[in-house]
């Protein structure tokens, strides 16, 4: 500690140790938040059209169109250390062949962003439920979303993407159902997943399957005999059998 | 002149200080960032935001540098000193180099 470098050198790599051990403690103290997580999904309608994969290509694919309710309670998951969870809903099935694992696609995600996440056009903002008024022109409430972090309520909601298999059908298919799952990116610390066990404080996710289901044959009227209403002014975004290529989502 | 300017200069830069300095400036920057981790930590948690715990750690980090780094003049309280010069007269009276007397 003789001459000024010196002091420099020491006192920056003290500065390193220290900011590491905070971080380490910081990333241990998630710990003692407890997570109870739930959610529950449901489909709430299935059509499987044939498409193709872009505007110039030759092939014709099989594409799920899945319509779904989501309820979510992941507020608990939002803690001091949460930088933002990603939160993804699949679709999962058995693939053809027995020996080789289900096959999963992503139907519908998010980007829940926490409280000191600064501000990007990628975060999820929740639709306004019908029946409750916007206040209108205030440029506060449009970039935030009006419900509390983690708290969904989707009714109906149309995917984000329209799914396929790698074998190009899908139709018929049996045994699918619908998985809620997430990532929680920290600040500081490991990326989590969503997980299904009780670790100490932290609970496992309750709900979060829908009901086995079928993809249906294509043109078929869907399955179920509840409301199979389409929005009304959408009907232009229901792909038809044999014809177009699969909406583009922006 | 200009080694008198340098000599200045290079006495700046350098910064040095004397032992008692030394293990003082080592324990202060010891104390200090250690103090600063916690506070940062708590308050943070206390706070339930983890940019408080950043920006006081930052903080602490810096007053740490501005206590320690300069060369402050309680730094240099007990300087050793040196040893008085010797009157070199003991034994050798001159060198011999290559037979020639030199000093």
Known sequence: ???????????????????????????????????????????????????????????????????????????????????????????????TKPFEPASEAIIWDAILPGAAAPWHQNHYIH??????????????????????????????????????????KLQNRTNVHLELGWNVQPWVG????????????????????????????????????????????KEGHRLMAGQEQPRKNN | MADQLLEQVRDAVEGQIDFEGQRLAELSTNVLLGAAGIFAFFIGFMAQDIKLTLYIGLAGAAVTFLAVVPPWPFYNKKPEPWLPPHVATSGIQSIDVDGQKVG
């Open chain 1, 1 to 95: 500690m003789h001459s000024t470098l010196v002091r420099i050198q020491n006192v920056f790599g003290f500065f390193t140790t220290v900011a590491f051990s905070v971080a380490a403690v910081i990333a241990l103290s998630t710990f003692i938040h407890p997570q109870t997580p739930q959610a529950s999904v449901a489909l709430r309608n299935v059509q499987v059209v044939r498409g193709r994969p872009h505007y110039y290509s030759y092939k014709k694919e099989e594409y799920a169109h899945i319509k779904f309710d989501l309820d979510t309670d992941l507020s608990t998951l939002f803690n001091w250390n949460t930088k933002q969870v990603f939160l993804y809903l699949k679709a999962v099935y058995p693939s």
């Open chain 1, 127 to 168: 639709p306004t439920p019908k029946g409750t008024k916007k206040p209108k022109n205030s440029k506060t409430n449009q970039a935030k979303s009006h419900m509390p972090a983690g708290i969904i309520k989707l009714d109906s909601q149309r995917p984000k993407y329209q799914i396929t298999d790698i074998s190009g």
């Open chain 1, 190 to 233: 490991a990326l989590l997943w969503e997980n299904w066990k009780d670790y100490g404080m932290w609970k496992g996710l309750k709900g979060g399957k829908s009901e086995v289901f079928t993809f249906p044959a294509i043109g078929a009227k869907a399955p179920k005999k509840e409301k199979l209403d389409v929005e009304k002014g």
